[in-house]
């Protein structure tokens, strides 16, 4: 049997790559009555920056613009997928995790945390630092977790994101 999906994770970069996978994260919740937890993980600073009392003000700071960016990106990409596939898309999100730390650690430890039944990412994303995040990512969480994850590779034509508006 199954278990009931009640809480769904998904790992997001903020790419416009990584936006297709929420689509499925959007569908699924709809279709099992679920709620989403987005989780975007910032990168560490180098331990090399010893600007402590600094440092945790910029983090601070950043961390509060990161939120607002993915809500702004969200309600954005809401709009956008609502023309697609209807509403709901902004309320099956209940909340937004941005911490600080490696991608796949966050993943994880939110995934438990949250009590999260499933993990969604895409796979390939480039995040604002030009690094790959789901790829290399979403390979380690697979390893790493006892959850199931869903991991959406990239469509395999450009004309797929133009179609959904992304």
Same mark, same amino acid.
């Given at each position: 049997?199954i278990?009931k999906?009640?809480?769904?994770?998904?790992?997001?970069?903020?790419?416009?790559n990584?936006s297709y996978?929420?689509f499925y994260?959007i569908?699924?919740?709809?279709?099992?009555?679920?709620e989403?937890v987005?989780? +975007?993980?910032? @990168?560490?600073?180098?331990?090399?920056? &010893?600007?402590? !009392?600094?440092?945790?003000? /910029?983090?601070?700071r950043e961390?509060?613009?990161?939120?607002?960016q993915v809500?702004?990106?969200l309600q954005?990409?809401?709009?956008?997928?609502?023309a697609h596939?209807?509403?709901?898309?902004?309320?099956?999100?209940?909340?937004?995790?941005v911490?600080?730390? +490696?991608?796949? @650690?966050?993943?994880?430890?939110?995934? &438990?945390?949250? !009590?999260?039944?499933i993990i /969604?990412?895409?796979?390939?994303?480039?995040?604002?630092?030009?690094?790959?995040?789901l790829?290399?990512?979403?390979?380690?969480?697979l390893?790493?977790?006892?959850?199931?994850?869903?991991?959406?590779?990239?469509?395999?034509?450009?004309?797929v994101?133009?179609?959904?508006?992304?």
């Open positions: 049997m278990p999906i009640n809480r769904i994770l998904y790992g997001t970069d903020l790419s416009k990584s996978a929420f994260a569908d699924m919740a709809r279709r099992h009555e679920a989403i987005i989780l +975007h993980a910032i @990168e560490p600073l180098p331990k090399e920056v &010893e600007f402590v !009392g600094v440092l945790e003000r /910029v983090e601070s961390r509060e613009e990161m939120v607002e809500r702004g990106l954005e990409f809401c709009e956008k997928a609502e596939i209807g509403s709901p898309c902004v309320a099956l999100v209940t909340k937004f995790l911490p600080r730390g +490696h991608p796949p @650690e966050e993943i994880l430890n939110a995934a &438990e945390k949250e !009590g999260c039944d /969604v990412l895409g796979s390939h994303g480039k995040g604002f630092l030009a690094h790959t995040f790829g290399s990512v979403s390979s380690s969480v390893h790493r977790t006892r959850k199931p994850v869903l991991v959406i590779p990239l469509p395999s034509k450009r004309g994101f133009d179609e959904l508006g992304i």
